[in-house]
């Protein structure tokens, strides 16, 4: 739900993807240039319901895209997103969108001709395993997406693997070469990826340059949080993802963030509640009640946990929920507004600031 900006640092870590990639493979592995010669000396359209003389016509076709893609395949694992469109028209628009889900034969294998090229011929499921330590790099560890669920990746027997997905931003039906670009796999969740399927939606994680919008989506809070302070009751949280924009309103209905969040209650309910004890009343009376405890520094190290110690929407993406809570933190005045930065050094006088404008620390005293 934060876009990352295409820096040096991340375009290097795309270039070093593209070359380590199937680097330390067995010497029997087939890597991509060599299965897409294959597959263009094998391939044979068996789609049904359509004439010989189309079936000809179309496996000419297929076959100068495969060409085109193992000429420049090197190029294609690390290509610029800025340069998606152009490569598209010049090298592989002869294929048509529909023909791509054409059923063909490969050898003994008979599939749809954009899954030969993604898994067959780019091995997109080798290419996936090794994509997993960038992604961890990255500190990408929630769903890019929706914020929701955490991503993980554990070390087997067998090698490195991922409980996650990947989604293609650019769907590999209708792009299949770039089915292993580095900047089109994006770490999703299963629901996530799903949903999107071939949907197209404008949020794609890379920022292209500074001036492209980096946190474009919000939770707002139209209500405010008095009812909730003053009697605690869950049925006073409010909170809405702002569909508002064009944006916003197309990765709703997508996602149906609104709906999956409010499943989700506990969570944001879980963090207001951790708010109460900054309210100097509640400070007061934990002291009196363990007074033998170093209250100074557990209220620190709880801010500190709880806001997490100047994280900023740059680091949505390595926690799960993360971007509720800074909106959250951001509409309790928390954060300021310009810079996006959570301190914890004055969380107490801001809050404290927030209860007083809002009359609860008087409600609380006439509730003792």
Not at 192 to 204: H, L, R
Not at 208 to 223: T, Y
Not at 307 to 330: G, M, W
Request: with cysteine.
């Amino acid at each position: 739900m934060y876009r990352i900006l295409i820096s040096k640092d991340v375009e290097e870590k795309a270039q070093t993807f593209s070359k380590t990639l199937f680097s330390e493979r067995r010497a029997d592995f087939v890597k991509p240039s060599q299965a897409l010669i294959d597959f263009y000396d094998k391939i044979e359209v068996i789609e049904q319901g359509i004439s010989e003389v189309e079936k000809k016509d179309v496996l000419k076709n297929f076959k100068e895209y495969i060409k085109n893609l193992a000429m420049i395949f090197e190029r294609i694992v690390d290509l610029h997103p800025r340069e998606y469109d152009w490569y598209q028209e010049q090298f592989f628009s002869m294929v048509k969108k529909k023909q791509f889900s054409y059923r063909c034969r490969y050898g003994e294998k008979k599939d749809s001709f954009y899954m030969l090229i993604v898994e067959d011929c780019l091995r997109y499921s080798c290419a996936r395993d090794e994509f997993i330590s960038f992604v961890e790099d990255s500190n990408i560890q929630s769903c890019v997406y929706c914020n929701m669920h955490s991503l993980e990746s554990c070390s087997g027997s067998s090698g490195n693997f991922a409980t996650y997905q990947l989604d293609h931003f650019k769907d590999k039906r209708d792009f299949p070469f770039l089915g292993i670009n580095f900047y089109n796999m994006v770490p999703s969740c299963s629901y996530c990826n799903q949903k999107k399927s071939k949907n197209e939606v404008p949020f794609f994680l890379y920022r292209l340059n500074e001036s492209e919008m980096e946190n474009p989506f919000k939770f707002i809070f139209p209500k405010g949080f008095s009812a909730y302070f003053t009697e605690q009751k869950r049925e006073n949280i409010n909170y809405e993802f702002d569909v508002s924009t064009w944006y916003s309103y197309q990765h709703e209905s997508v996602f149906e963030i609104q709906s999956r969040y409010e499943a989700r209650l506990d969570e944001i309910e879980d963090f207001l509640k951790n708010l109460l004890m900054f309210v100097p009343e509640c400070m007061d009376l934990y002291k009196k009640t363990f007074p033998q405890l170093p209250y100074d520094a557990i209220l620190q190290e709880r801010i500190n946990r709880l806001l997490k110690d100047k994280l900023n929407y740059s680091q949505v993406h390595e926690f799960s929920y993360t971007k509720i809570r800074l909106d959250l933190a951001q509409e309790l005045n928390l954060i300021p507004r310009q810079t996006n930065v959570c301190s914890s050094s004055n969380t107490c006088d801001l809050l404290y600031k927030y209860f007083c404008a809002n009359g609860f620390v008087k409600k609380i005293r006439k509730r003792k």
